[in-house]
Nanobody, 123 residues
Framework: QVQLVESGGGSVQAGGSLKLSCAAS????????MGWFRQAPGKEREFVSA????????YYADSVKGRFTISRDNAKNTVYLQMNSLKPEDTAIYYC????????????????WGQGTQVTVFS
């Protein structure tokens, strides 16, 4: 079992920045990919970013490429999502998730999910 706890959400003006954190505990050796997804009201949960820990590769949705950066602190079992140049359309609940294999952009690949943290960007 893996437990994931997100933090760092909040309200920010367009153009501002936020940094989300996701602290993992439990059987953290059991997964290889950490991802961030988001879900806006009335919309499907969508892929934002992921990092493959064994290969060190990072992935981003086109909508956030160049603005968001995923990173990790192995010693703290924590993954981060630095979000810059935020736009109102980035408003959503952001979830971190852990997967052992599969398509990093497909939410069905992820077995463990955090409870989510709200990000609101106002113009």
């Amino acid at each position: 079992q893996v437990q994931l706890v997100e933090s760092g959400g909040g309200s920010v003006q367009a153009g501002g920045s936020l940094k989300l954190s996701c602290a993992a505990s439990g059987r953290t050796f059991s997964y290889d990919t950490m991802g961030w997804f988001r879900q806006a009201p009335g919309k499907e949960r969508e892929f934002v970013s992921a990092e493959n820990w064994s290969g060190g590769r990072t992935y981003y949705a086109d909508s956030v490429k160049g603005r968001f950066t995923i990173s990790r602190d192995n010693a703290k079992n924590t993954v981060y999502l630095q979000m810059n140049s935020l736009k109102p359309e980035d408003t959503a609940i952001y979830y971190c998730a852990a997967a052992t294999s599969g398509d990093y952009a497909d939410k069905r690949s992820y077995r463990y999910w955090g409870q989510g943290t709200q990000v609101t960007v106002f113009s």
